[in-house]
């Protein structure tokens, strides 16, 4: 901004120096004097020449900028790097080019219209058990302010296609053939991108850059081994499955064990109650025999008046026995069939 300030200045010199000369020529022509017309082309003269200088001799650097001087007449570059802001070099003598320190990114990608190359710049390189990779990067880096020099001294402007690109190709494939296939297909992709980050910087440090980051964007396998891939996660699926069916049949089998269990647990303890209710039952038939012929006449109806009992047969029942134990009377009266009967 300065610069252009007095350059606009050294332009406003200019013209008015033309309008001496203007003043000059009409002077001239009407035999004045051109004395004014001479000073104020002078006045002019001047300041263009010394606002030109001072405007030569200034150097705005911005804030995400560095610059590089270089004398021409010993032909050395300067060791400290001219930071943000103003500064005044002699013109002619010193020359300043001015770097961009801000992050810039150089990407290789397979992908048409999306890399620093178009068409296919993907990098193509071979793990360590021969299977070929094909991989989009990207990386971010910087130049190092306090190196500019040395960026001016070895690249110029060629630093992204002479350094940046062919060093990080490289190191990929350096890096790439230390990685069996399924280590980077599973868990160690971004060990590997640490690493290409780490070698790249080994590499170009000396050079005056600094990596902030190495992207791997895009991993492309071989059809053969994405199929191998597809294959065998096909055949895991259908194991997991089988090992489904079979924990289910089992759980099936054991639900059947365990209602069985409890099936043969519940006869048995049915059995255990029925023989305990016998055991009982023999001991109060054994201490009172007359227990079961009562329990029979018991179940017999109220409105029962008569039994009938086989003359030729013994007594089912000591009727006389069973009425005195249930407190009652009977008057036996003997039929012509020989039955007795009871009320």
Partial sequence: MIELIFSLIAIAGLA????????????????????????????????????FIIGAGLVEIQADEVGVVFNVLDGKLSEEPLGPGLHVIIPGVQEVTIYSVAQQEYTMSGRTGEGAVRGDDAVEALTNDGQQVRLDVTVIFRIDSANASVVHKNWRNRYQEGLIRPTVRSVVREVLGQFDVQEIYSEKRTELAVEIERAVQERISDDG???????????????????????????????????????????????????????????????????????????????????????????????????????????????????????????????????????
Avoid: C, H
């Fill in 16 to 51: 008015i120096a033309g309008f001496g000369v203007f003043l000059i020529l009409q002077a001239v022509s009407r035999n004045q004097r051109t004395r004014t017309g001479v000073m104020v082309t002078v006045f002019g003269i001047l300041i263009a020449i010394l606002f």
């Fill in 209 to 343: 850059f600094q990596v902030t980051d190495v992207l791997v964007r895009n991993i492309v396998f071989s059809e053969e081994y994405v199929q191998s891939i597809e294959q065998k996660q096909v055949a895991q699926q259908e194991a997991l499955e089988a090992e489904f069916r079979v924990q289910e049949r089992e759980q099936e089998a054991e639900q059947a064990r365990a209602l069985a269990q409890g099936e043969a647990d519940a006869t048995r303890i049915r059995a255990e109650g029925e023989a305990e209710a016998l055991r009982l039952i023999n001991e109060q038939l054994a201490q009172n025999p007359m227990l079961i012929q009562w329990r029979y006449i018991e179940q017999l109806g109220d409105n029962v008046q008569i039994i009938v009992i086989p003359s030729n047969s013994p007594y089912l029942f000591d009727i006389q026995a069973l009425i005195q134990q249930a407190g009652a009377e009977v008057t036996p009266a003997p039929d012509s069939e020989g039955t007795t009967s009871g009320q």
